[in-house]
């Protein structure tokens, strides 16, 4: 009886470590051929070239925007801040592309995902 509570336990405690994962969420910032990796809960100011020009994109408490761009119609910066993995804002016509990955797998579905 002892040796089958011991191994419960065991398991019970193995399943709980690998489900948990560290909730650690980087920013990965795509912009022509480069690929840059921020962590979120560091604040900064970047400054990302892209073929028309320079985008601005903030990281300020866990989030991240993009707040100035070269395009003509600045969907990019009206898009708002990103924060949940999955989430992503992109500057098309300057070919930058940021997206918040990894965290918890508890990620948030939407309903066109079905």
């Not at 708002?80 to 965290?103: D, H, L, T, Y």
Request: charge should be negative; glycine fraction near 10%; proline fraction near 4%.
């Amino acid at each position: 009886f002892i040796i089958l509570l011991i191994s419960i336990l065991i398991t019970i405690g193995f399943t709980m470590l690998t489900m948990q994962g560290d909730g650690q969420s980087i920013l990965k910032i795509s912009a022509v051929d480069n690929e840059y990796i921020y962590q979120l809960d560091e604040d900064q100011e970047l400054e990302i070239e892209g073929p028309i020009g320079s985008t601005h994109v903030h990281i300020s408490g866990g989030e991240a925007y993009i707040s100035e761009s070269p395009c003509e119609n600045q969907l990019c910066v009206m898009m708002g801040s990103i924060s949940k993995p999955g989430q992503w804002a992109a500057c098309m016509p300057n070919r930058v592309f940021i997206s918040i990955e990894g965290g918890s797998d508890d990620q948030e579905i939407d309903v066109l995902s079905y």
